[in-house]
């Protein structure tokens, strides 16, 4: 039978999208609405202070389209503070207008097939790559994926150097994106409802679009990818944030 590849684990992931109940903040007086955006923004900026400790990240994003208009993203070294964070954030005025609209729970994910004989428990590079700094490029897309477990396509059949071959090709196609795009990959078997996933960062939205359309024609990705919905955005500071919530 295939072998499972070995996995490096690093910082956990809360992608936790809302909806702004408008006709509610609407109806909310103006000094409740500051008092709902100062909480926040104090509340932000504990976490902004976590990330310059290295202890966490966070990145705040508006989503266009329906499923949500915001997203907010933290990364801990435990699932308990992300649990903790997503408790003390729901306790908040601001989430009194906040609905729930998706979230998805993971943790940063590397897999072995591309270690070549580095230790990614000392590697420096792969140890910045578990426990990112988001990064603060204007525009964000995310996606959840399982790769296909069907009568002729079951990745989970298929042996390990095959499946390192098939990374490999797929890692090419995402070299040629080096400083357009960037990724990080988030595995969630076991936590979520998709095995991984994918947050893209970009400074232009149309590189999501022309990376993503090339990788289909990954093999990978045409014979064994399935994925969910997707949700982009662009990265807003708290400023940007009282600008979105001015009525
Ligand atoms: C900038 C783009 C980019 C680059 C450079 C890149 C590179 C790499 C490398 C080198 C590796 C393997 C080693 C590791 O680091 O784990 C991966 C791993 C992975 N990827 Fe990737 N990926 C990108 C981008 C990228 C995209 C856009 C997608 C979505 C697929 C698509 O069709 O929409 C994706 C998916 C994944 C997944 C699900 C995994 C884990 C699979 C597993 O079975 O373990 N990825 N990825």
């Known amino acids: 039978m295939p072998e499972a590849v070995e996995t490096f684990d690093g910082w956990y992931c809360l992608h936790d999208f809302r909806q702004i109940d408008w006709t509610a903040w609407k109806l909310a007086s103006q000094e409740e609405r500051n008092q709902a955006l100062n909480e926040f923004n104090a509340l932000l900026s504990s976490w902004e202070d976590i990330e310059a400790n290295r202890n966490g990240s966070v990145g705040l994003y508006q989503i266009i389209g329906q499923k949500a208009d915001l997203l907010i993203m933290n990364l801990r070294p435990t699932m308990d503070e992300l649990t903790d964070l997503e408790t003390e954030f729901n ?26 004989g580095k230790d990614p428990n000392t590697d420096p590079e792969f140890q910045a790559r578990l426990k990112p700094v988001l990064p603060k490029w204007d525009h964000i897309c995310f996606y959840p994926m399982d790769r296909k477990k069907d009568a002729v396509n079951n990745w989970y059949m ?22 357009k795009v960037r990724q990080i990959i988030t595995g969630s078997i076991g ?42 955005g662009h990265r807003k500071t708290k400023e940007d944030l009282e600008k979105i919530m001015a009525v």
Do not use: C, N
Request: glycine share 6%; aromatic share 18%; net charge negative.
């Open 191 to 232: 936590f979520d409802d998709w095995e991984w996933g994918v947050t893209l960062y970009a400074h232009e939205m149309l590189q999501f679009k022309k990376l993503i359309y090339e990788m289909r024609f990954d093999e990978v990705s045409a014979r064994f990818a399935e994925f969910g919905e997707f949700y982009v």
């Open 158 to 179: 298929e042996e390990k150097d095959e499946r390192g071959r098939l990374m490999y090709e797929h890692g090419m196609t995402g070299r040629k994106y080096a400083g």
């Open 91 to 116: 306790k908040t005025k601001l989430a009194e207008f906040l609905i729930p609209a998706y979230s998805y729970v993971s943790v940063v994910e590397l897999s072995a097939y591309m270690a070549k």
